[in-house]
């Protein structure tokens, strides 16, 4: 299990291991909490034969180092690959990710950038049959609009094993206007 830190306005910081979790809450840096699962830690044992323990919500909040991290979302395939659920948006498939390209929807020849807003998930066959062409132009529309991920979408994208606590507070602030891809 990862914990999700939060700075104290409520934005994502980082996803942390439980003992660095264990270690703010020692040193009294945790101000709330936000998760309902929790994991309990054991530690030693005292001269009364008690045991030491300490209970770790899985999300956070913490005073300390603020990360402004509203600009610094990496596109690369791992991430595009599961904001578009493995999906060539083209055909609708699902595929590995060993299956799958980076389409530019404006092709890079063309003057195409590679941004979140013009890259989509195809598979071999249709990034081949598109080639330097658009979406348009190939006949080929795609069946989600791309888009850049915000903060808590970014954190979506970090993590193959989030909790559903964790996911209902980061769900609960995805883009209005997002457009994810259903399967």
């Given amino acids: 299990m990862l914990v999700l830190r939060l700075n104290k306005a409520g934005m994502p910081q980082e996803w942390i291991l439980p003992e660095e979790a264990a270690r703010l809450y020692c ?19 005292d001269h009364q034969g008690n045991q ?31 904001r578009d659920n493995h999906l060539c948006l083209y055909c609708g498939q699902t ?31 249709c990034n081949h049959a598109k080639g330097a062409r658009t979406p348009e132009e190939a006949n080929m529309p795609l069946l ?20 559903a606590d964790q996911m209902a507070f980061l769900s609960s602030h995805f883009s209005q206007q997002r457009h994810w891809v259903k399967t």
Wanted: glycine content about 6%.
């Fill in 144 to 163: 989600a609009v791309p888009f850049r991920p915000n903060i808590y979408e970014r954190f979506y994208l970090m993590n193959r094993r989030i909790l």
């Fill in 27 to 45: 040193q009294q840096k945790v101000l709330f909490e936000l998760g309902q699962r929790s994991l309990t830690l054991h530690g030693g044992w």
């Fill in 95 to 125: 595929f590995r990710p060993s299956l799958l390209t980076r389409d530019h929807i404006i092709p890079r020849s063309r003057g195409g950038k590679d941004r979140w807003t013009n890259v989509a998930t195809a598979c071999a066959r």
């Fill in 52 to 82: 030491s323990r300490l209970t770790l919500s899985s999300i956070i909040a913490c005073d300390g180092k603020v990360t402004d991290l509203n600009g610094k979302i990496a596109l690369n395939n791992r991430y595009l690959f599961r």
